[in-house]
C-alpha cells in the first residue's frame, strides 16, 4: 500500500520486449540502493515489483494488464516517472490510501500557474498551479469533489469536477518534486480512484438492488 506521497523521482532508462514481456528500466538513485530483489515500489502510479537490483537501476516487468491500462508504455527513454516505496505498517499516512492499481488514463489538458505569466509577480518557483485532466469514461462515477484521487501516483484533492474534467489545485512543492512540470499538454496521466469511495460506490449499488427480478418467466410461473 502507498500514500501518494512521492519519495523522488526517476528516469526511464529503457523500455524492452524480452520474449514477449516488456521491461523498463528506471535510473534512480536513492531508491534503487534501497531496493532489494522482489520488493514492491510505485512508478508513476503503478504497483510493480522491482527485480535485477543495483545501486543506481532496477528494473520491472509489465504485465499485458498494465501495459495496456497505463502510461508506461507509452513513455519514451528519458521520461521522468514519480516513485514511492510502500508504506511501512504504523507510518503516517500523508496522503491517502493507494493501492497502485491504476483504473486508467487520463490526459492533461491545463496545468497553468495561478499568477498570470506576464504578472510582476509571477514567479514560476513559487506560484500554485491548477491541473486538469479529462477522465476516461468508466472512471468518472468515482470523482468526488473535495475527494481524493491519485494522478501519477500524486494523492490530489479533486477541486471540481464537470463530469469529464477533474481540476485540482497544485502547490509548488508538488510541481518540482514530481514529474508534473515535465508533462506536456496532452500527455497520458495515469488515475486510480480513491478506494473508499469505490467501495462505497459499490456497498451502494449492491444494497440498491431488489432481491429478486420481476421477469415474463417468475409472472408465468407464478400464475400471472
Not at 8 to 13: C, D, K, S, V
Not at 15 to 26: D, H, N, S, Y
Request: charged share 20%.
Amino acid at each position: 500500500m502507498f500514500t501518494g506521497i512521492i519519495e523522488q523521482t526517476g528516469t526511464l532508462a529503457s523500455l524492452t520486449e524480452r520474449g514477449g514481456v516488456r521491461r523498463i528500466t528506471v535510473e534512480a538513485p536513492g531508491i534503487a540502493a534501497r531496493l532489494r530483489e522482489g520488493d514492491s515500489l510505485g512508478v508513476s502510479g503503478v504497483c510493480l515489483t522491482a527485480l535485477d537490483v543495483d545501486p543506481t537501476y532496477f528494473h520491472a516487468d509489465l504485465a499485458k494488464e498494465t501495459f495496456d491500462r497505463t502510461s508506461l508504455g507509452l513513455l519514451a527513454p528519458g521520461a521522468c516517472v514519480n516513485l514511492e516505496l510502500p508504506t511501512a505498517a504504523g507510518s503516517p499516512l500523508g496522503g491517502h490510501v493507494v493501492q497502485g492499481h491504476v483504473d486508467g488514463t487520463g490526459i492533461l489538458t491545463m496545468l497553468d500557474p495561478v499568477v498570470p505569466q506576464d504578472s510582476p509577480n509571477f514567479d514560476r518557483q513559487t506560484t500554485d498551479w491548477t491541473l486538469k485532466v479529462r477522465v476516461p469514461q468508466h472512471v468518472r462515477q468515482w470523482m468526488v469533489q473535495k475527494g481524493s484521487v491519485a494522478i501519477e501516483g500524486i494523492s490530489l484533492t479533486i477541486a471540481g469536477f464537470d463530469g469529464e474534467e477533474i481540476a485540482i489545485a497544485i502547490l509548488p512543492l508538488t510541481y518540482w518534486r514530481t514529474n508534473l512540470h515535465t508533462l506536456p499538454l496532452g500527455a497520458p496521466v495515469n488515475i486510480e480512484a480513491d478506494v473508499l469511495v469505490k467501495l462505497a460506490a459499490m456497498q451502494i449499488e449492491t444494497t440498491s438492488k431488489p432481491e429478486f427480478e420481476i421477469t415474463a418467466g417468475w409472472l408465468a410461473a407464478n400464475g400471472y
